[in-house]
């Protein structure tokens, strides 16, 4: 029997909704969870970004929540703000399927409008711990009668220091909860709290690492601090990327790295963790809105952020782990496109660059910048590569539309040039 979301146990209200949404068929995610999470059992998945995870754990929680109880039924956990909004609006889609009422509990947002909102009958919580324990030492959220538990990035919490967080949230709960762990990593810390927290769970592990990184062609070039940003130039010069993202280590070097780009006319802004919520937002919804078509950003961008038509990923800064590696480049080559990813490496960045190849089971592809004429330029330049696979119409249809000049320095490659 051919395996869909009515076979694997989804109602035909959130079926039709998902097929609205160009959704037809199940991912191998969806296919291991869903029916394991619709029969009530505790899961530890381990998929990468792209994969289909959310709807793998959000169809499920939608089709268990009861609307006439006006209490708090499912949590979703994330490490940061912009999954926490990526979630909520995947989960805001289907909740018209039933009514189901949604809370966005973030950092940034009006503390006051979010009480507001609990007091007239949450099913669904969507957090960061940060603001979550905002609430529960305000007494504002309870989550006594919480029948689904999902932790999202389970090893990005672990990145950025917030399982104890997590651990006083998971412990407001009642231990007969669902629980559902989603990690593209499994640390033994990760592991371990599993181990405490959940009660005979199947584990799900689809593919490998490198089936997400096969469909993502991976490239370094080597260069050095100082001629690092003309290596970059030089490099979306040759490679036209149709939208890109380029990862900084720091707050500040993103920040000098958007103005040195802006300079030089290229349509691009930035996202670090010290800008408001509000600008956050904004920068995300042009880049979606392709207003934007590069954008400058820490880790912070990393997790989560699904957007079509990002056809490269650069690593101005090489990643510090293997693992901030993979999700970085994740951000390309989704949902079976293909993608580019070019990792900047200098003389000092040589042994984390053997850590990352180790952590990945491959060895990258190395190239150098050679100066010529002024410029710099890839040695053994191939062919151009092409924009994602997917998002070509999209594409055809902007190339016919005016440039509004209050976005764009030029058109979509800046400096003038077109797409």
């Not at 979010?114 to 609430?135: A, S």
């Not at 231990?175 to 769970?201: C, D, G, H, V, W």
């Not at 979606?288 to 989560?304: C, E, P, S, W, Y």
């Not at 949902?335 to 180790?358: N, R």
Request: hydrophobic letters at 35%.
């Amino acid at each position: 029997m051919k395996t869909n979301f009515l076979t694997l146990g989804i109602d035909k209200n959130l079926d039709h909704i998902l097929k609205q949404n160009g959704i037809m068929k199940p991912t191998p995610i969806q296919v291991e969870t869903i029916p394991a999470l619709l029969a009530g059992k505790d899961v530890i998945a381990q998929a990468q970004t792209g994969t289909g995870k959310t709807l793998a754990f959000m169809l499920p929680i939608m089709e268990n929540i009861d609307v006439d109880k006006s209490f708090v039924q499912g949590l979703i956990i994330t490490p940061t703000r912009e999954l926490a909004i990526q979630i909520t609006a995947e989960a805001k889609k289907l909740a018209s399927a039933k009514g189901i009422n949604i809370l966005a509990a973030y950092g940034g947002q009006d503390v006051e409008k979010q009480i507001k909102k609990l007091k007239n009958g949450i099913h669904l919580v969507i957090g960061t711990p940060g603001r979550l324990l905002d609430h529960l030492r305000r007494k504002t959220i309870h989550f006594g009668n919480l029948q689904m538990l999902v932790l999202d990035e389970a090893d990005q919490m672990l990145h950025m220091g917030f399982l104890k967080e997590v651990e006083t949230i998971i412990d407001q709960t009642k231990k007969t909860r669902q629980t559902m762990f989603f990690s593209a990593t499994m640390p033994k810390e990760i592991r371990n709290l599993a181990s405490k927290y959940m009660k005979e769970a199947i584990q799900v592990q689809v593919k490998t690492q490198n089936i997400t990184l096969n469909e993502i062609k991976q490239l370094v070039i080597e260069t050095t601090d100082r001629g690092k940003q003309d290596a970059l130039c030089s490099v979306i010069e040759e490679k036209k990327p149709f939208m890109a993202i380029i990862f900084c280590r720091t707050k500040r070097r993103v920040s000098t790295l958007n103005e040195a780009l802006r300079g030089r006319g290229y349509n691009c802004d930035e996202l670090h963790g010290d800008m408001s919520q509000a600008k956050r937002e904004k920068v995300m919804k042009d880049f979606r809105n392709l207003k934007i078509q590069f954008l400058v950003a820490t880790d912070v961008a990393a997790r989560g952020l699904d957007i079509e038509g990002i056809t490269h990923v650069f690593n101005y800064d090489i990643a510090q782990d293997a693992e901030s590696y993979i999700h970085r480049i994740g951000r390309t080559g989704r949902a079976g496109g293909t993608g580019i990813a070019i990792t900047f490496v200098t003389p000092k960045d040589k042994d984390t660059l053997h850590e990352i190849e180790k952590g990945i089971k491959m060895s990258l592809e190395k190239r150098k910048m050679q100066k010529e004429e002024g410029k710099h330029k890839v040695m053994d330049r191939k062919s151009k590569d092409t924009p994602h696979k997917n998002f070509k119409k999209k594409e055809n249809a902007r190339k016919k539309e005016p440039i509004n000049p209050k976005h764009s320095r030029g058109k979509r490659t800046g400096k003038g040039k077109n797409y």
